[in-house]
């Protein structure tokens, strides 16, 4: 089996995906509309939209940036959504290969260890680092 390191660059590329969508929970719209201090009915209507019956993150005016991508950070990291916050580590994706592949050829926080690496995370289960990507997303599951 590979092994990896994984270490966010900041590289923000998975905050603009064309195809990607961040799904919000509940919670996460409670948590940004405390943040921006707004109601939530107002955050829904100025930064969601719907898809798939579900509450997601709007992206910019004809852009494949997610609303809240300033630059190559975040302006609401700190409550960022639940699937910001896992990525790019989703359950899913470390339980199918294939998956966890295109993940990490898309992802550049993710190096390559050598088979006698004593760093090395022998399973995707094993990740040595926590996603501290500003955004943090990612082709696979965000943005559209
Ligand atoms: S998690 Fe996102 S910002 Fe961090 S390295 Fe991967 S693609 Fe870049
Ligand atoms: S971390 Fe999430 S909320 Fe922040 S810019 Fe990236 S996609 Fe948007």
Not at 22 to 47: G, H, N, T
Not at 90 to 108: G, H, R, S, V
Request: hydrophobic content about 35%; glycine content about 4%; aromatic content about 12%.
């Amino acid at each position: 089996m590979k092994s990896y390191t994984f270490e966010c660059t900041q590289c923000a590329k998975c905050c603009k995906t064309p195809r990607g969508v961040v799904y919000l929970e509940a919670q996460d719209i409670a948590r940004l509309a405390k943040a921006l201090k707004i109601p939530r009915l107002l955050f829904l209507l100025k930064y969601a939209r719907r898809i798939d019956g579900k509450w997601a993150l709007r992206k910019k005016w004809r852009s494949i940036e997610c609303t809240f991508l300033d630059g190559k950070l975040c302006r609401v990291y700190k409550d960022r959504p639940a699937q910001c916050h896992l990525y790019p580590f989703f359950p899913e994706t470390l339980a199918d290969p294939e998956a966890w592949d295109q993940m990490q050829n898309f992802c550049e926080g993710f190096t390559q260890l050598g088979a006698n690496a004593s760093r090395a995370a022998e399973s995707p289960h094993d990740r040595n680092a926590q996603c501290a990507s500003p955004p943090a997303f990612r082709d696979t599951p965000l943005h559209d």
